[in-house]
């Protein structure tokens, strides 16, 4: 069964450093997200990308944050300076082009310290 | 704020014992409607789809209710292993962006 595959598995940063997070969403899909679920609370949007372009962000999703997809297989998040609330699990999704389901990677857990 | 509202439990229940969740939505436009499962530390994973008419999937029964934005799901003879939250996500599309919304979840808890 194709998967959404997410790396690494977990990250530990320095309070400031740059974090990359990396995602290959199930090869024909082609809405992409990133959400986040800091310990115990809930799911939050944090950005979608269709079409090589964002398609919509959340407030969570401020100029720290980017996304890009370079290759046509991966989809990265990318936090410019990282603050020890963007410590979470980073979940990657995607979805086809028909049908209404999204698939979630096994997600990236950050810590900043 | 669009929202989607869920008791946060726990619930907490016998083997056996059946058990709902209910989930409300603020966006009318909202189109489509799913639980998720999602374990501890873990990604949310599909449960089942929710569709206007109902459904049922073994032990799961999910209902839809638009005119009153609820939706919910049934949990008949629970197990050891069903005891995880339950997540009710609902996706709105505006113009070209389809965004899923979570509920905070549900969380099930099922003893011996």
């Known amino acids: 069964e194709p998967e959404v595959t997410q790396t690494p598995s977990h990250q530990v940063t320095q309070m400031g450093q740059e974090v990359i997070l990396r995602c290959v969403p199930i090869s024909n899909h082609l809405y992409f997200y990133w959400y986040r679920q800091i310990l115990g609370q809930k799911v939050e949007f944090l950005v979608s990308f269709y079409n090589n372009e964002i398609s919509e962000k959340s407030e969570i999703f401020d100029d720290q944050f980017s996304v890009e997809r370079p290759d046509g297989s991966n989809f990265t998040l990318k936090i410019r300076s990282t603050k020890l609330e963007d410590s979470a699990m980073y979940f990657c999704?995607?979805?086809?082009?028909?049908?209404?389901?999204?698939?979630f990677g096994e997600g990236s857990w950050l810590t900043v310290v | 704020r669009k929202e989607v509202e869920q008791d946060p439990g726990p619930f907490n229940v016998p083997e056996g014992a059946t058990v709902a969740f209910n989930c409300t939505y603020s966006?009318?436009?909202?189109?489509?409607f799913f639980w998720y499962r999602q374990d501890c530390r873990k990604e949310p994973k599909l449960l089942m789809s929710v569709y206007s008419s109902g459904n049922e999937d073994g032990r799961f029964t999910a209902q839809l209710n638009r005119a009153s934005q609820y939706i919910s799901l049934l949990i008949r003879d629970s197990k050891l292993s069903d005891s995880a939250t339950y997540l009710c996500?609902?996706?709105?599309?505006?113009?070209?962006?389809?965004?899923?919304?979570f509920g905070r979840g549900t969380s099930l808890i099922v003893h011996p």
């Open positions: 996500v609902v996706n709105t599309q505006t113009g070209g962006s389809y965004i899923p919304t």
């Open positions: 999704a995607s979805k086809g082009f028909s049908g209404n389901t999204i698939y």
């Open positions: 966006n009318s436009a909202s189109q489509s």
